[in-house]
């Protein structure tokens, strides 16, 4: 009965290769967040979809790329990985809609990411 | 823009002690919302509290208590008789409107590292 699972937990890779980590929610929510979590634990939000729509897209490389092919999915595929890409990435969601800030975020359990 | 600030980068207290964690924020909307979540050493953020910008009430959760003074734009988190479970990064963050768009963006302090020394 997990909230908000994310796959894989941890993922070791090269420099240059693409991967994916997919995010789901069984919680019925409208809204899903990535987020990066860097060495020093600074959390940083990266992207915003809003049923299906991106709502929120910070000053991200373009490598970075989010899907979402269903309100209960939101994938970050990542092309030709950095050494700088190294970091916890954090999925999550609100049930927020327009007009209802205060809804909290609930996070999955984040993916270690390894770029060597 | 919206921005937390968690001046206290570590903090170490021996277990029952008391500890005050701070948060300060600024925002020029009317309307917001704070939170604290707490991140324990196995990495999850699990979410503590939230408080309305309308709602200045103190709040206590069992050894958990926040202070939300508007005047000075603090949102401080104390725990009373420490315990080791406690040792954590705590996170306080707000929520404010993102450009109008309709959605609302969860702005992070840099989070403080409490360690509850036994």
């Known amino acids: 009965d997990t909230a908000v699972s994310q796959t894989p937990k941890y993922l070791v890779t090269q420099m240059g290769n693409d991967k994916s980590i997919k995010c789901e929610q069984n919680l019925g929510h409208d809204t899903m967040y990535w987020y990066k979590q860097d060495s020093k634990k600074f959390l940083k939000i990266m992207f915003s979809?809003?049923?299906?729509?991106?709502?929120i897209n910070e000053t991200v490389p373009n490598r970075f790329s989010p899907k979402s092919p269903d309100k209960a999915h939101l994938n970050l595929h990542i092309n030709s990985l950095e050494l700088g890409d190294s970091a916890v990435y954090f999925c999550?969601?609100?049930?927020?809609?327009?007009?209802?800030?205060?809804?909290?975020?609930?996070f999955g359990p984040g993916t270690r990411l390894t770029v060597l | 823009a919206q921005k937390v600030t968690q001046a206290q980068t570590e903090i170490s207290v021996v277990e029952k002690e008391d500890v005050t964690l701070d948060c300060v924020y600024e925002?020029?909307?009317?309307?917001?919302?704070l939170f604290w979540y707490k991140q324990p050493p196995s990495g999850e953020l699990v979410f503590l509290i939230r408080r309305n910008s309308f709602d200045e009430q103190n709040e206590i959760s069992g050894r958990y208590s926040w202070n939300f003074q508007k005047s000075t734009s603090s949102f401080n988190f104390t725990i009373t008789a420490s315990q080791v479970v406690d040792s954590a990064v705590y996170f306080c963050?707000?929520?404010?409107?993102?450009?109008?768009?309709?959605?609302?963006?969860?702005?992070f302090g840099k989070g403080t590292k409490l360690s509850v020394i036994p």
């Open positions: 963050a707000l929520s404010a409107a993102y450009s109008g768009a309709g959605s609302y963006q969860l702005t």
């Open positions: 925002t020029r909307d009317t309307t917001y919302y």
């Open positions: 999550a969601s609100s049930p927020l809609s327009r007009g209802m800030a205060y809804n909290e975020q609930f």
């Open positions: 979809y809003n049923n299906k729509e991106l709502i």
